[in-house]
Each structure stands twice: as C-alpha cells, then as structure tokens.
C-alpha cells in the first residue's frame, strides 16, 4: 500500500522560511519520480516543484528560485524560502509510478504579510 505523509506546515510571516517534508512507503521510491504540488482555496491544483527518480529538478514560474526541491532516502523536501502571502495554500506530495498518481493528505501552509 503506497502511502506519502508531508510535514512541516504551519503559519509563517512574509519572507520567512519553511520547509515541507514527505515520508513515502510502499513504493519503489528510488525509481520513482516525485513531486509538490498545492492547492488554494477556489483554486485548481498546480504543481509546485518535481525530482526525478534520478535527480532532475524542475520548478514552477511563480517558485522565482525561492523553492528547492530535494530527495534522500525515502523522502522528498521542499524547502521554501521568501514566502509570500500567494503561496498560500494546501501542498500535496505526489508520486507517479508505472503510471499511476500518488497522494499524501496535504499539510497546510499559511504565509501573513
């Protein structure tokens, strides 16, 4: 049974820092590609930042550089710097294997200017 938990939300100031992490199971993560995204209230669901299976990193426009993502062992980071009120939201870790999509239960983050 696949099963991704993030942590690491929580309420911040504008410009400060969080960093979101995800712990997955039941899957063959080394050969699996990860990935954040999140979800705003009314909104559709973006992607945020993914990692491949063999490191390769790509980012959202809206990141600007403020996002990095990272993996190690079973998990998958998120580390946020710079954030603002926009990045609001819920954020969701997701894995893709043999082509089935993956969710964790999302960790809330809420950024106050």
């Known amino acids: 049974q696949v099963k991704l938990v993030e942590s690491g939300g929580g309420l911040v100031q504008a410009g400060r820092s969080l960093r979101l992490s995800c712990a997955a199971s039941?899957?063959?993560?080394?050969?699996?590609?990860m990935a954040w995204y999140r979800q705003a209230p009314g909104k559709q669901r973006d992607l945020v930042a993914q990692?491949?299976?063999?490191?390769s990193t790509a980012y959202a426009a809206f990141v600007k550089g403020r996002f990095t993502i990272s993996r190690d062992k079973n998990m998958v980071n998120l580390q946020m710097n710079s954030l603002e009120s926009e990045d609001t939201a819920v954020y969701y870790c997701?894995?893709?294997?043999?082509?089935?999509?993956?969710w964790g239960q999302g960790t809330q983050v809420t950024v106050s200017s």
């Open positions: 997701n894995a893709v294997q043999l082509g089935q999509y993956y």
């Open positions: 039941g899957i063959f993560f080394s050969r699996t590609d």
């Open positions: 990692i491949t299976s063999t490191g």
